[in-house]
């Protein structure tokens, strides 16, 4: 296994950042990076992909933030975080000393939020490079959610790029609920994005059988997990059809390493794994492993070889 | 009532610290397996987590094996370790907690353990009540055990619904002085724990109580009115029990005496009892660090 | 058990035709209903919605058409089927002879492709209604689904009313692929829809690991099962919070009593069982049996008085 | 090639008819459990099922039990029916037959069946050849029971990759003259079953086949060329088993002489040899009823 793994070459890249490995955390999904430290080496894996983090200090929305579902689980936590003054503080040096890339997602409810937080984080020790979480409600649009517009989603995108470290590459993540996600992910490669994170949750609601009302207090909560698989998969599939040269991080539902193999070969250059940690704490290293051992045993010399293998 | 909205007077305990050891990753094997009334009993063969864990510590199981639907894994306190073994008491509930405790032995399971944070020991000696609600007195017999072995008197209440709703009182019984309540009567006296708790808090120095959040209310406002720390195992909904989906916060004051969304997995599931802010679980208090944040403002 | 649901009335309607169950098959998943025969009463249960059917005979897709997913399966039969023809030649009689109510679902690819299949059907024996399956694509859009554009749902739904018999019921079917699933809701509403089905199937894709090409000759397929119902209540509970008044037929994933129970308390007078029926042949009775019986632990003493309830 | 585009001649075979008896549902006992070689043979405690079931019919199990995240159901051939009981063989594949395939005694599981049609009987006395590939031969040992019962003399041929991967053997050697194939040589002859086939074929009015489609292409092209009628059961992935999803279709020529996408659940898993069109399974032919709406046109 360890001989096979080494003869398949696993680098990959963000943008112009290059990564050892393949995969990464989800936002979200692995708080800052700390807590899996018992678990895994987050040296090794691709990067710590923070929870998103705002301005300020968020308190989350209050509890039930969430519920299970088939293959999957619903969630509403509203983005609980330090804000960016304890991210610098706290979090980022933490993993920037033990030597631990973070991709560090930013979220915002107006374009100007975005463009503050990547200027904060401009060439902070660590700092890899930027996810824009553009599934937010935008303020100044009634609350529709800047990822479901193309217009919103890039005038988000085209204020980060301006404003980040031009080292950061800069990802806009999008949302699969969309009519036509290509376009959503046209509009923002041509706003500057230097990759797309894909995808966020779904929108979905559980009520309470006993209650009779929705579970979470947010009434609707996004779903994750591998039962939105196949939509992810379709999503990058679609994408890397349309859009060949942007490159993928592909996420939803990725629980082992052929699951993994699905996202590279659909078109994925890189793959978050979110919902699989909280079934088991190893899961960034294990699919990393996994991912290898299947890419070897399909003749593959690196990676990047595999990369949209399935559309040719 | 201290440590709520209206505070008064200084809080009685310090956060509970946290646990000499870090978590592990297992597949291990059951070793025996028995029904305890409404319960079952898992001993499992895990000598790693039986040899880190702490009192009032949890473990976190993967349910359903290979074909699973359900990817949350299920927490459930540390009823017992030691020799290799590890003791869980599992009421079947839900799909998982029911999968859990159809178990036999030689299956396997995953788990990971131990988990959250131990229940601080008070100064040797001091006289100390344990107050356990259902299967929540599983968790109080390693405690009870450390207690007597740092020289403290032990009092433990059990309670429960019903005569098969209580657990460990035999275990407990080895330790303590036990007393039983339950609702209907069917063992020890008709009524709740804290019925019991008023003739015990005057001659104790530190409460300990673990079951549902009701019951830990209750104990925890006694201990409180009483002058009394008390520490309590809370037990919110929990998706992955590591500390990172954060599905698992209450309202909890910190050191700085600034209310937070504290995780029960990573900053719990033992609180000081008298800074958790049990009337505003699941609301979202304006003086919540980052409430303001989400749009709530102070009246 | 039977006393209990002998007290709660589980009659509902689909738009103006009454029916004694507000369980049915769900489209494409019981085909016309005669292979049930076996396991369930055909005549008790709401309707028997029948596998989409086109005015010309079709083969449907080459095989493989399936793929089992995390609580789910896609599936691109691509409406294999014998045209209306045969339907009514041999399907509808069989039907209507056992005294089972049909809930006919049509689809086209063009505008008149609907409404002649209306035509077809008026005053039908046994014909309940009509389902529009507008999931498909449109030969005059360069194949973009009827269901994705508010407009083209709309021009098919007028037509389909204007053609139909007016005793028969009309109820739109819409997609949850979607931004907006609301103004495709309003908009096929206000064409004259006098119900609204939902959801139908995601738009999913799955790889193969070994051949390393999309599982399905169709490349993407139709995502359905437990996995899809937090997708499917979400829907159902913001169309239902829009436009209360309009009658909704629930489905996604729907297995037991108590996922009916969750679409009822969101805001559907009748479900659907789809996919959970190639698991228990039985499923739709038996959904009914746990439906009622849920119910009447709750209290209610009608499914009516059920409909909604979650949004009080 | 009879049967196929460019067909020539009158079909050999009429279309298997419907079986008898309806399916049931059941929950039932596995009563005994065996490895065989690289499968498992399950025994289950289903009267109602085995006396409906006929040769050639399957059943579909659930897989997975109450937490499962496998939906589809698991058709697997009727190994042997009688005295209250059904056998299979299992052989451990995916998710699905893994699961089945570590049943053990005493565990319950979900079962729809007898489904599909059974093997159509010949005229008394009728010679006739079993070809049984891998677990396939399982499926033949009702059926040569039958045959002998009506008089048939029976030559069973039984090739799998390995001897590990043979099944039935021994219990169609009770029943008939058996020939073993092997592709390795660990078991009888090395080679495949079709080079057994030939020795046999000139004394049989009838040739019967379960097994992976290649074999059975090979098997049904050998017999339609010496004019012998022959009966396959196919093996399409299938979701439902009952015949309402659609998923499991192929083409196969009907008794019009028209082609059509038949469900291989319910209007197979037994077809004429001569009327599956092997070569087009998983493409659309333009002369498939319905082709046209589908945008294919004849060339
Ligand atoms: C620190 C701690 C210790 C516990 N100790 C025990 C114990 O010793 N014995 C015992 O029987 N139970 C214990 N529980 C409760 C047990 O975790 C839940 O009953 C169980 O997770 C419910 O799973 P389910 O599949 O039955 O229910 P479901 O409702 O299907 O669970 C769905 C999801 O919600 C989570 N969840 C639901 N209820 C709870 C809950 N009360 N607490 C935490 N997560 C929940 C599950 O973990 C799972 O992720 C403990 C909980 C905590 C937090
Ligand atoms: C009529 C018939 C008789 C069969 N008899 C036997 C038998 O006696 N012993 C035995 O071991 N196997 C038999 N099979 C094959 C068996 O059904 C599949 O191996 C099994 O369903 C695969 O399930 P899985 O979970 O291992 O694979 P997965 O690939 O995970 O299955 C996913 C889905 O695809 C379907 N599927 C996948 N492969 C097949 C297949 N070859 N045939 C039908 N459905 C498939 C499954 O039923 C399931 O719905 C038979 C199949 C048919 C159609
Ligand atoms: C509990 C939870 C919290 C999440 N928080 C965030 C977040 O803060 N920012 C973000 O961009 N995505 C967030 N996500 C979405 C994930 O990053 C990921 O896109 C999605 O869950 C799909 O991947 P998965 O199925 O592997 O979890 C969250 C998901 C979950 C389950
Ligand atoms: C195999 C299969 C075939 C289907 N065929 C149709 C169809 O012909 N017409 C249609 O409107 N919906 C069709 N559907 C969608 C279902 O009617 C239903 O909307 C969807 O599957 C969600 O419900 P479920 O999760 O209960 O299956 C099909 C679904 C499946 C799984
Ligand atoms: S259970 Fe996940 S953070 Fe506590
Ligand atoms: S398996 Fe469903 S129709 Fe044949």
Same mark, same amino acid.
């Given at each position: 296994?360890?001989?096979?793994?080494?003869?398949?070459?696993?680098?990959?890249?963000?943008?112009?950042?290059?990564?050892?490995?393949?995969?990464?955390?989800?936002?979200?999904?692995?708080? $800052?990076?700390?807590e899996?430290?018992?678990?895994?080496?987050?040296?090794?894996?691709?990067?710590?992909?923070?929870?998103?983090?705002?301005?300020?200090?968020?308190?989350?929305?209050?509890?039930? +933030?969430?519920?299970?579902?088939?293959?999957?689980m619903?969630?509403?936590?509203?983005?609980?975080?330090?804000?960016?003054?304890?991210?610098?503080?706290?979090?980022?040096?933490?993993?920037?000393?033990?030597?631990?890339?973070?991709?560090?997602?930013?979220?915002?409810?107006?374009?100007?939020?975005?463009?503050?937080?990547?200027?904060?984080? +401009?060439?902070?020790?660590?700092?890899?490079?930027? #996810?824009?979480?553009?599934?937010?409600?935008?303020?100044?649009?009634?609350g529709?959610?800047?990822?479901?517009?193309?217009?919103?989603?890039?005038?988000?995108?085209?204020?980060?790029?301006?404003?980040?470290?031009?080292?950061?590459?800069?990802?806009?993540?999008?949302?699969?609920?969309?009519?036509?996600?290509?376009?959503?992910? %046209?509009?923002?490669?041509?706003?500057?994005?230097?990759?797309?994170?894909?995808?966020?949750?779904l929108?979905?609601?559980?009520?309470?059988?006993?209650?009779?009302?929705?579970?979470?207090?947010?009434?609707?909560?996004?779903l994750?997990?591998?039962?939105?698989?196949?939509?992810?998969?379709?999503?990058?599939?679609?994408?890397?059809?349309?859009?060949?040269?942007?490159?993928?991080?592909?996420?939803?539902?990725?629980?082992?390493?052929l699951?993994?193999?699905? $996202?590279?070969?659909?078109?994925?250059?890189?793959?978050?794994?979110?919902?699989?940690v909280?079934?088991?704490?190893?899961?960034?290293?294990?699919?990393?492993?996994?991912?290898?051992?299947?890419l070897?045993?399909?003749?593959?010399?690196s990676? +990047?070889?595999?990369?949209? *293998?399935?559309?040719? | 009532?201290?440590?709520? +909205?209206?505070?008064?007077?200084?809080?009685?305990?310090?956060?509970a610290?946290?646990?000499?050891?870090?978590?592990?990753?297992?597949?291990?094997?059951v070793?025996?397996?028995?029904?305890?009334?409404?319960?079952? #009993?898992?001993?499992?063969a895990?000598?790693?987590?039986?040899?880190?864990?702490?009192?009032?510590?949890?473990?976190?199981f993967?349910?359903?094996?290979?074909?699973?639907?359900?990817?949350? %894994?299920?927490?459930?306190?540390?009823?017992?370790a030691?020799?290799?073994?590890?003791?869980?008491?599992?009421?079947p509930?839900?799909?998982?907690?029911?999968?859990? /405790?159809?178990?036999? /032995?030689?299956?396997t399971?995953?788990?990971?353990?131990?988990?959250?944070?131990?229940?601080?020991?008070?100064?040797?000696?001091?006289?100390?009540?344990?107050?356990?609600?259902?299967?929540?007195?599983?968790?109080?017999?390693?405690?009870?055990?450390?207690?007597?072995?740092?020289?403290?008197?032990?009092?433990?209440?059990?309670?429960?619904a019903?005569?098969?709703?209580?657990?460990?009182?035999?275990?407990?019984?080895?330790?303590a002085?036990?007393?039983?309540?339950?609702?209907?009567?069917?063992?020890?006296?008709q009524?709740?724990?804290?019925?019991?708790?008023?003739?015990?808090?005057?001659?104790?120095?530190?409460?300990?109580?673990?079951?549902?959040?009701?019951?830990?209310?209750?104990?925890?406002?006694?201990?409180?009115?009483?002058?009394?720390?008390? *520490?309590?195992?809370?037990?919110?909904?929990?998706?992955?029990?590591?500390?990172?989906?954060?599905?698992?916060?209450?309202?909890?004051?910190?050191?700085?005496?600034r209310?937070?969304?504290s995780?029960?997995?990573?900053?719990?599931?033992?609180?000081?009892?008298?800074?958790?802010?049990?009337?505003?679980?699941?609301?979202?208090?304006?003086?919540?660090?980052?409430?303001?944040?989400?749009?709530?403002?102070?009246?």
């Open positions: 296994m360890t001989l096979v793994d080494a003869a398949v070459d696993m680098t990959t890249a963000l943008g112009a950042a290059p990564i050892p490995s393949p995969v990464l955390t989800a936002s979200g999904c692995s708080a $800052f990076g700390q899996l430290d018992p678990f895994i080496d987050l040296t090794a894996i691709g990067a710590v992909v923070t929870k998103s983090v705002q301005l300020r200090a968020r308190s989350g929305r209050p509890t039930p +933030r969430m519920a299970e579902t088939p293959s999957g619903l969630n509403s936590i509203g983005l609980q975080g330090p804000g960016i003054d304890g991210l610098l503080a706290d979090d980022l040096p933490w993993l920037a000393e033990r030597g631990a890339r973070a991709f560090v997602s930013i979220a915002g409810t107006r374009v100007e939020d975005f463009a503050e937080l990547a200027q904060r984080l +401009r060439g902070v020790p660590g700092v890899l490079g930027l #996810e824009v979480n553009i599934s937010c409600p935008n303020v100044e649009s009634r529709e959610v800047f990822a479901c517009d193309p217009v919103a989603a890039s005038d988000v995108v085209a204020a980060v790029r301006a404003a980040a470290d031009p080292a950061q590459p800069v990802y806009a993540k999008l949302s699969p609920d969309v009519t036509d996600i290509v376009s959503v992910a %046209r509009a923002v490669t041509e706003a500057g994005a230097d990759g797309l994170s894909m995808i966020n949750t929108l979905g609601l559980v009520i309470d059988p006993d209650t009779m009302k929705p579970v979470l207090g947010g009434v609707t909560g996004g994750s997990g591998p039962a939105i698989r196949p939509v992810a998969l379709r999503c990058v599939w679609q994408v890397h059809q349309a859009l060949p040269e942007v490159p993928i991080l592909g996420m939803g539902g990725i629980r082992d390493g699951d993994a193999l699905q $996202f590279v070969l659909a078109g994925a250059s890189a793959v978050s794994v979110g919902t699989a909280f079934n088991d704490p190893t899961a960034v290293a294990r699919v990393h492993e996994e991912l290898a051992a299947a070897a045993a399909r003749g593959f010399g990676l +990047r070889e595999a990369v949209g *293998y399935a559309h040719r | 009532m201290t440590g709520r +909205r209206g505070q008064v007077g200084p809080l009685l305990t310090s956060p610290p946290r646990a000499t050891h870090r978590p592990v990753q297992r597949v291990v094997e070793a025996r397996r028995r029904p305890v009334g409404a319960y079952v #009993e898992l001993v499992l895990a000598p790693d987590i039986a040899e880190r864990s702490e009192p009032g510590q949890f473990v976190a993967a349910v359903g094996g290979p074909t699973s639907a359900h990817l949350l %894994r299920r927490s459930i306190a540390i009823a017992g030691g020799d290799g073994e590890v003791t869980v008491v599992v009421a509930h839900g799909p998982g907690s029911t999968w859990l /405790a159809a178990l036999q /032995a030689g299956d399971v995953d788990v990971v353990g131990p988990l959250g944070r131990p229940y601080p020991m008070p100064a040797d000696g001091t006289p100390a009540l344990l107050v356990g609600g259902g299967y929540g007195a599983a968790a109080l017999v390693g405690l009870a055990a450390r207690l007597r072995a740092a020289g403290s008197p032990v009092t433990a209440i059990c309670g429960a019903s005569a098969d709703r209580l657990s460990s009182v035999e275990e407990l019984g080895e330790l002085e036990v007393v039983v309540t339950t609702d209907d009567g069917s063992a020890g006296r009524g709740w724990v804290t019925d019991a708790m008023a003739g015990v808090l005057g001659r104790v120095g530190v409460v300990y109580a673990c079951g549902p959040m009701g019951m830990l209310r209750a104990v925890a406002e006694g201990a409180t009115a009483a002058g009394l720390p008390s *520490y309590v195992a809370v037990e919110e909904s929990m998706a992955c029990g590591v500390g990172v989906c954060m599905t698992c916060v209450l309202p909890v004051v910190g050191e700085d005496g209310t937070r969304f995780r029960s997995c990573t900053e719990g599931p033992v609180f000081g009892g008298d800074r958790v802010r049990f009337a505003d679980v699941g609301a979202l208090p304006w003086d919540v660090v980052g409430a303001d944040a989400m749009g709530v403002v102070a009246p």
